[in-house]
């Protein structure tokens, strides 16, 4: 019964090209299908959405990186994932269209795209070799075959349409009859079996691809981060300041800001993790498992962690209570020595499981600040999103030049023989954060009531610590604001003004003075190269 249904469904009045464009679509799906489904025994990365989508990421220039990144936020790998899927289902369409007219090209078309898919796994940063390869031409193969079939089974309506009998409904039509005319019977069964055995392809590779994760998640359910030998001094009560709508002064994880190229979060399993340090002037090259590093004295520092990405005002900063390995003792324990004390290296490079890699001075990491490798972030063990087992944080440097996540190697180098990932895309060389003030109370466009509004936010100068932050009414006086308690001079400082608000529109404006001395200027940059400076304005109506 069901094939008949399909059958008159399937009229020849339909045209062709419509046919055609519905076996391109099909022969799309089947295609990724089973480049998922091959990528399970390789691995997930090779999958071609994901891997055109990486290389896609790599080759973004700087400017457009950092719009999308301002405009989507977090979700900007699932924009740039539809993005991809959105251009293959045209192409595939537009190649189902093409190959009933012309049968090769569309094949053709199909194996190019198997190519392109196959070049970026392959070139892919954390490529494992030519098997990254083998979902890309597998999707391909499937998917030309299948495009091959289907259009076959159209392409006898171009000879003889007329000579095509209506099925007599409740009958029926035998093959022989069928393949006379164009055989629908066969294009309605290929069809509808390919779609279903891709659906099922899919699923299967999907639920492959996601146990994989599946060590990882339990070596990191079974981790119990040891008490730090150094804890952290708890935080002064009076560093939370009661204003509602002002950040917290600690950064739950969940809502801890993430910023990175990973289409896929790397799941790395903590019990064969191994890190790697090696490179200029290490005197003894040394590889760590998780253990060694849990067997060395922890320490646990509060650390104020902030993205070069950030636009006056914006939202990646946040402030954690990391657990983690002294980087400095690390070092000094392979025969690193600073480049002030003759070290001959002074970038130190760190590597990630997915082939990111993070420069930073090795005179920062050495000079006595809390740069470590941290295990834990909150109390808990790293998130993946965050880094899981083992990532870097440097206080006062951006992320992008410190705080390199699912660490797996460092590399001691010199800044002129080698420029890691972000500097080769336009970025600095060296980013010290930084000092910047938020306005987190009133929010923009807020309409508060005549009388005393409270004025608050966060403001930060990591490393050099927060002397001082003053508010801005229009065009007024600077107003000194009040300084919640200082926890270290590597977090973030809140602060409150009470306002008297008056009827009518106010700009709000707020700047911050660090403890060297150093006002937060006025002059508005972009966030590239180095970070955007700029004073963060709030306009209001109070009624
Ligand atoms: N492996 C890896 N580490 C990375 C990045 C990345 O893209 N890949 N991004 C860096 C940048 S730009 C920042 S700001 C911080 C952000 O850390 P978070 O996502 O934990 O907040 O991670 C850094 N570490
Ligand atoms: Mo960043």
Redesign the pocket.
Known sequence: MRDEEKDQRVRPGLPRLALGALSGALAGFAALAVAELVAAPVRQQSSPVIAVGGASIDATPAPVKDWAIRHFGTNDKLVLQLGILGVLAVSAVALGVLTVRFRRVGAAGVLLSGVIGAAAAVSRPNSTGIADALPSIGGAAAGALLLYVLVGRLTAVRRSPASVPEPVPGEAPDGLTASAGWDRRGFVLAAASAAAASAAVGAVGRSLNASHGQDAIASRNALVLPAPGSPARPVPKRAALRVPGISPFVTPNKD???????LVV?EVDSRTWRLRVHGKGVRRPATYSFDDLLRRELIERDIT?????NEVGGP?A?NARWTGVRLAGLLAECGVESPSRGGRADQLVAR???G?T?GSPVEDVMDGRDAMLALGMNGEPLPF???FPV??VVPGL???V??????EDIELTTFDSYDP??VKRGWARRAPIKTESRIDAPKPFARPKAGTVMVAGVAWAQHRGIDKVEVRIDDGPWQEAHLAAEDTRDTWRQWSLPWQATKGGHTLTVRATDRTGGVQTGRRTRTIPDGASGWHSVVVTVD
Not at 256 to 262: I, K, L, N, P, S
Not at 402 to 407: D, E, P, Q, R
């Open positions: 801890f800001y993430r910023v990175d190229t990973a790397p962690l902030t993205c070069v990405s990646y946040g990630s499981v997915d990111m993070i999103e965050h880094g990532r870097m951006y992320g992008f410190s705080a390199c996540k699912w660490l990932h972000w």
